[in-house]
């Protein structure tokens, strides 16, 4: 059905793709039963919202149209060694992460039904990502207009056409850092990896994307392009070690904790398959999940840490500011880490207020210094209201009393299994409804840590209203470019300038908000913070607000906020 949609006109690929759903649909419900017919509804549906990232029709415009572009002007193409083995590690990365998931789907009991269920799901997902990257990898070539000085990427998946002038940063790394570029393994960091080789790696930092090239000649693009960066910004080669080294042996061990615990379930799954296996009794396997849990807890800021190749910050105008603000709130002794990303964006990690860590990116430090500290002050209030160890509670609660239901109507639910429509409808709603509660917790804390962080501030609330505002700005302005890049010149002279947040949206984008997102609108949170009274008040309006700005504008009879 996605191919039908890219290759077909798109009037005619909507009638033939609501023609074919309607046809595998009548198919699945006559000759199959209800549940099994679910079941693979479920399986189509995960597998069409992962692969409709890839086999997009806009992408696959945008790759004609810049093959047509290169018809039409003089460019040089930079040529890229291309090596088998750089895609197979590649793959086995990806492989060894979802090792568990495999071994448990393939030989668990059949009453970890559910549980496969999941898994599979997350399989699919897996397995998209790695068409995309297996696409890259061998339709990826990369071209320079000197006219229009221009880098023009062709890929099947990840065409750009690149303004030279917007270049931030240029650097050179000795090979592709792979525990970097490889999506399971990083945090917090958009990385565009058009590496097809283990030779020298071109980074060129653009808003909101990092892009890794390898190129042959790669002096010569250096000593071009570092005409449009500053000087100051011009690096020497950054060595990226071997695999044998110390070192990246220690970040492969952490950050294949972190994808295969965080980014996927292998290290749960692939654990309790050896539980099973040797016959462990069932209160042993709820004490290795709570063991296991509380590990998780114990090492999560260090996880963090390793998965977003953070640094540390020791000294410096940025360090002194930050623990003022950390003293002011409390928690002393919080250490600062820095994140090479184009993302604008920071968080707090750990449990324990003596042992709480506040990670930034450096595109978060282009912001102006009330900004920053802004955003230090919210993160100062997560730990020290423990925000990170609230969440974490409260989604081991949840499951909690998922399990301890079924526990005790243990019998209810096999008599309610036998109405299989009944059964599917209330496993759907478990699953709708765990986002909504995670969402309420979530948004209780940011809430909390807006307003009460902004006390910590010689500004007040306002600075930090003024820094939320500056935070989005910059998002929105690299959000715009990115979509310049990629887009199509159709959809550039059509596209109207995107609506800042800090506009109400329309109800339905406010009720996803407000009901899903971990962060309430940023409209409301501005606005919010520019409203005087106690932090009683304002969490009274915000549960308020939660339900009546989630409503239709049509049953509201004030179409404002009442903040």
């Known amino acids: 059905m996605l191919m039908i949609a890219v290759l077909l006109p798109k009037k005619v690929a909507v009638i033939v793709e609501c023609i074919l759903l309607i046809a595998v649909l009548a198919y699945l419900f006559i000759f199959l039963s209800f549940g099994q017919a679910m079941f693979l509804i479920s399986f189509g549906a995960t597998a069409y919202a992962s692969f409709g990232f890839i086999i997009d029709r806009g992408k696959r415009e945008k790759y004609l149209e810049v093959k047509r572009r290169l018809d039409d002007v003089d460019y040089i193409e930079m040529s890229m060694g291309k090596e088998m083995k750089r895609l197979a590690v590649d793959v086995i990365l990806t492989g060894a992460v979802c090792s568990g998931a495999v071994l448990f789907l393939l030989f668990a009991p059949e009453t970890y039904t559910v549980l ?175 063991l296991w849990w509380g590990v998780n807890i114990y090492f999560s800021d260090r996880v963090l840490i390793a998965a977003s190749d953070a640094e540390a910050v020791r000294s410096g105008h940025l360090y002194e500011r930050a623990q003022a603000i950390f003293a002011k709130a409390g928690v002393g002794g919080t250490k600062l880490y820095l994140v090479d990303s184009p993302i604008y964006n920071g968080f707090a990690t750990g449990m324990n207020i003596g042992r709480g860590t506040v990670v930034l990116t450096s595109a978060t430090l282009q912001l102006p210094n009330n900004a920053v500290d802004a955003i230090l002050a919210h993160e100062a209030m997560h730990l020290k209201k423990r925000d990170i160890l609230t969440i974490q509670l409260a989604r081991f609660v949840y499951f909690g009393v998922l399990a301890a239901s079924v526990y005790l109507f243990f019998d209810e639910l096999q008599v309610l299994a036998d109405h299989i429509l009944l059964f599917t409808l209330l496993v759907y709603l478990i699953m709708f409804l765990f986002p909504i509660y995670l969402s309420f917790v979530s948004q209780w804390t940011e809430v909390r840590a807006d307003y009460l962080g902004g006390e910590l501030l010689a500004g007040g609330r306002k600075q930090m209203a003024e820094g939320l505002t500056a935070l989005l700005n910059a998002q929105e302005q690299d959000l715009d470019k990115q979509f310049e890049y990629s887009a199509t010149l159709n959809n550039k002279s059509s596209m109207k300038k995107l609506r800042p947040n800090t506009n109400r949206d329309s109800w339905f984008w406010r009720f996803l908000e407000f009901q899903f997102q971990a962060h309430p609108p940023m409209y409301w949170r501005i606005m919010a913070l520019t409203k005087q009274g106690k932090w009683s008040k304002a969490r009274k309006r915000w549960v308020l607000d939660r339900f009546t700005e989630s409503l239709p504008d049509f049953l509201r009879k004030n179409q404002n906020p009442q903040v």
């Open 116 to 290: 496969k269920m999941f898994i599979g799901f997350m399989l699919i997902t897996f397995f998209a990502k790695t068409v995309e990257r297996v696409g890259n990898f061998s339709s990826s070539r990369v071209f320079w207009v000197p006219t229009e000085e221009r880098l023009i990427i062709l890929s099947q998946f990840q065409s750009r056409e690149l303004p030279i002038q917007d270049l931030k940063q240029m650097s050179v790394e000795s090979s592709p850092d792979l525990l970097k570029l490889h999506p399971l393994f990083t945090f917090l960091s958009s990385n565009q990896d058009y590496t097809s080789s283990f030779q020298r790696v071109l980074k060129l930092s653009f808003p909101g994307d990092n892009i890794y090239i390898t190129l042959d000649k790669i002096e010569m693009w250096q000593e071009l392009f570092s005409k449009y960066v500053d000087h100051s910004d011009k690096q020497k080669e950054n060595l990226v070690l071997p695999v044998w080294h110390p070192t990246v042996l220690k970040r492969l061990l952490l950050k294949g904790y972190f994808a295969s615990t965080v980014k996927g379930i292998s290290a749960y799954t692939g654990l309790l398959l050896l539980l099973l296996w040797i016959g462990a009794p069932t209160w042993a396997m709820i004490l290795f999940v709570l």
